[in-house]
């Protein structure tokens, strides 16, 4: 009987693997490891469509750039270095420096600096005499805040609308990359690549369907130069209503024998 237990414990966990792996998809979202539109991608810098060789997709690695540096006194008042395309830097408020008394009464003669910002500096628990800590606040320094913005509309913004893409294209190589090295480093049943043709959508109550109806089962390569390449493998295309079937929609199992046949 123990025999018996054990085989049966068995069964019913391998029934339990099959019954899994044999999971019907419902949305392309559900898989987890990323959906990528032909719309969203076909214009990005570094991807081309329908290379020479057979590949469907060709994406190259692109590199992070960051925008020219505005005037060293703007960039004293950043609140960062502008790198991120997404954020427009902003300018910090006030800033704590320390400049020479010289520096000081240059700053008083502009109106930049009051009285009550200035404090009196030391270094290694010394007084420096001809050094002190002013407090520089962003309000008292027009023309600070006029080259901020012309370095903004001429330099960063330009930068930016030209580095999202950029940014994203990266986005695509790095989800594809990590897709890639999934596949050859799985112990289990690695992902699929699917390329999928046309896109079904169906509600219910309960369920909705946005699945391929002809799908394409594709590889990823890595080449030397470190271009990732898409291309289809060497089998058929599929017809996939399983969704349907799985909901037992009418006149599904008809429309699947059917399309199997002109296909």
């Not at 940014?167 to 695509?172: E, N, P, T, V």
Request: with cysteine.
């Amino acid at each position: 009987m123990d025999d018996v237990n054990r085989v049966q414990s068995l069964l019913r966990f391998a029934g339990k693997v099959l019954t899994a792996r044999e999971r019907v998809l419902m949305q392309m979202g559900d898989t987890r490891l990323g959906v990528f539109r032909q719309r969203d991608i076909c214009d990005l810098p570094g991807v081309l469509m329908d290379g020479d060789d057979g590949e469907w997709i060709i994406i190259k690695r692109l590199e992070e750039t960051s925008p020219k540096s505005p005037d060293e006194e703007v960039a004293e008042f950043l609140e960062n270095d502008g790198s991120n395309p997404f954020k427009v830097p902003e300018l910090k408020p006030v800033i704590s420096k320390v400049v020479s008394v010289d520096d000081v009464e240059e700053l008083q003669e502009l109106n930049r600096l009051k009285p009550e910002h200035i404090s009196e500096t030391f270094e290694k628990g010394e007084l420096l005499e001809d050094f002190v800590r002013v407090s520089l606040f962003i309000e008292d320094h027009a023309e600070i805040q006029e080259k901020y913005e012309e370095w903004i509309s001429s330099t960063w913004k330009i930068w930016s609308d030209q580095e999202k893409l950029v940014r994203k294209s990266l986005d695509l190589y790095n989800s594809l990359f990590k897709i890639h090295s999934s596949i050859h480093i799985s112990e289990g049943v690695p992902p699929e690549v699917i390329w999928g043709f046309g896109i079904g959508i169906w509600s219910t109550q309960d369920k909705k369907i946005e699945m391929p109806i002809i799908e394409q089962e594709v590889e990823i390569e890595i080449v030397s130069e470190g271009d990732l390449l898409i291309r289809p493998r060497n089998k058929p295309m599929e017809l996939s209503l399983k969704p349907y079937l799985e909901l037992e929609i009418p006149n599904s199992a008809n429309l699947q024998s059917k399309l199997v046949e002109l296909l």
